[in-house]
């Protein structure tokens, strides 16, 4: 015979599971739903932190300034990604598909994976999604409150730990015809 407790016990489990899928499935229509989304960002690599400003468009746009000295600009086209030191002039382009951000810059990837994983809430205050691919380990947050993408950590194409925090985040905003052009083209 089955106990009170046993009963209340599995009753609370399944509510957990159904709750648990509805957040998710909510995040997934969220960021389903988002074309692009504009933020400034803090970015901790290696303990060195960096602030700025980025734009992100699906599928696998993004260009961000950042306010350092150097003025480093990180742009990707879709296809390549440069990063261009503004006050020496000097810039680096690599293939994005060898890159994690080819992965977190592919809204269909990244919501492929989601259905397939469970989420996890991290302090009370945000859901985090984390997968690999490959050699790449990649951890998603998502604010518990709005459902909205807040930042990822992943390690770079230098093997550095990459930490990537989003605040002030516009989705779906007007976007200039030109914003991802790479450094170096007409």
Do not use: H
Not at 54 to 62: H, R, V
Not at 78 to 89: C, F, M, T
Request: proline share 2%.
């Amino acid at each position: 015979m089955i106990s009170r407790l046993t009963v209340i016990f599995l009753i609370f489990c399944f509510f957990q599971i159904n709750v648990q899928a509805s957040i998710k499935k909510n995040i997934i229509n969220n960021l389903k739903s988002t074309n692009n989304l504009s933020f400034e960002f803090e970015q901790n690599i290696n303990k060195k932190t960096e602030k700025g400003k980025c734009i992100i468009e699906y599928p696998k746009k993004i260009y961000c300034l950042y306010r350092n000295k150097n003025k480093k600009l990180l742009v990707s086209d879709g296809k390549n990604l440069v990063i261009k030191n503004q006050a020496s002039n000097q810039y680096y382009i690599y293939p994005l598909d060898k890159t994690p951000l080819n992965l977190l810059l592919d809204k269909e990837y990244l919501i492929k994976k989601m259905q397939n994983i469970d989420t996890d809430l991290i302090d009370k205050k945000f859901y985090r999604f984390k997968f690999e691919e490959g050699e790449n380990q990649i951890n998603i947050f998502f604010d518990r409150k709005s459902l909205n993408l807040i930042g990822w950590q992943n390690i770079d194409i230098y093997q550095n730990l990459v930490v990537t925090y989003m605040f002030n985040i516009e989705s779906n905003t007007e976007i200039k015809k030109d914003q991802f052009k790479l450094p170096g083209q007409n």
